[in-house]
T-cell receptor, first 113, second 109 residues
Framework: DVKVTQSSRYLVKRTGEKVFLECVQD?????MFWYRQDPGLGLRLIYF???????EKGDIPEGYSVSREKKERFSLILESASTNQTSMYLC????????????FGQGTRLTVV | GQNIDQPTEMTATEGAIVQINCTYQ??????LFWYQQHAGEAPTFLSY??LDGLEEKGRFSSFLSRSKGYSYLLLKELQMKDSASYLC??????????WGAGTKLIIKP
């Protein structure tokens, strides 16, 4: 079974803090994604990566950055957390860009106070 | 623009059948997906349609009409464990997923 693991289920951070969300997949997938999920809205893509050290902006990259130094690990960084970044963050991976099924991590619920 | 619409919430009875509809407008089309997400958990893949017609997988079936920009997920013999949100997503010409807001399905005994 493919496993996508996010480092934390719940996080509480203060406004202005730098926040790191980590994601690791164990199936040698090329593609990795970071989404945020808010009530009443669909999943919104923040950043994705199709290879080590490669990254592409998604629909809502402002206030975020990412790092992919190793194939299995994709990190999301909130440079200076703000209250409007309180959300559920989901990491996902897929084998290749044109291959369909994406596998998701269990999510990190981030609260910024 | 790109848009996906699905009902916000539906209620059905255990043992019955329910159909969850999804309409879409996207830039290019490389298939439509349905995912299931239980409260507090990760979305899990249910089905993928790229050609018109019905795909059946056990109690779940998914239908696609590309000319109408329409899909539905059909759940038969509903069980309490089917209470979840069902997410519709299309893959556009750049192979990016565009997500609907999800349909919360409530199953009553």
């Amino acid at each position: 079974d493919v496993k996508v693991t996010q480092s934390s289920r719940y996080l509480v951070k203060r406004t202005g803090e730098k926040v790191f969300l980590e994601c690791v997949q164990d199936m040698d997938h090329e593609n990795m994604f970071w989404y945020r999920q808010d009530p009443g809205l669909g999943l919104r893509l923040i950043y994705f990566s199709y290879d080590v050290k490669m990254k592409e902006k998604g629909d809502i990259p402002e206030g975020y950055s990412v790092s992919r130094e190793k194939k299995e690990r994709f990190s999301l960084i909130l440079e200076s957390a703000s209250t409007n970044q309180t959300s559920m963050y989901l990491c996902a991976s897929s084998l290749r860009i044109e291959v369909t099924e994406a596998f998701f991590g269990q999510g990190t619920r981030l609260t910024v106070v | 623009g790109q848009n996906i619409d699905q009902p916000t919430e539906m209620t059905a009875t255990e043992g019955a059948i329910v159909q969850i509809n999804c309409t879409y407008q996207t830039s290019g089309f490389n298939g439509l997906f349905w995912y299931q997400q239980h409260a507090g958990e990760a979305p899990t893949f249910l089905s993928y349609n790229v050609l018109d017609g019905l795909e059946e997988k056990g109690r779940f079936s998914s239908f696609l009409s590309r000319s109408k920009g329409y899909s539905y997920l059909l759940l038969k013999e509903l069980q309490m464990k089917d209470s979840a949100s069902y997410l519709c997503a299309t893959m556009d010409s750049n192979y990016q997923l565009i997500w609907g807001a999800g349909t919360k399905l409530i199953i009553k005994p």
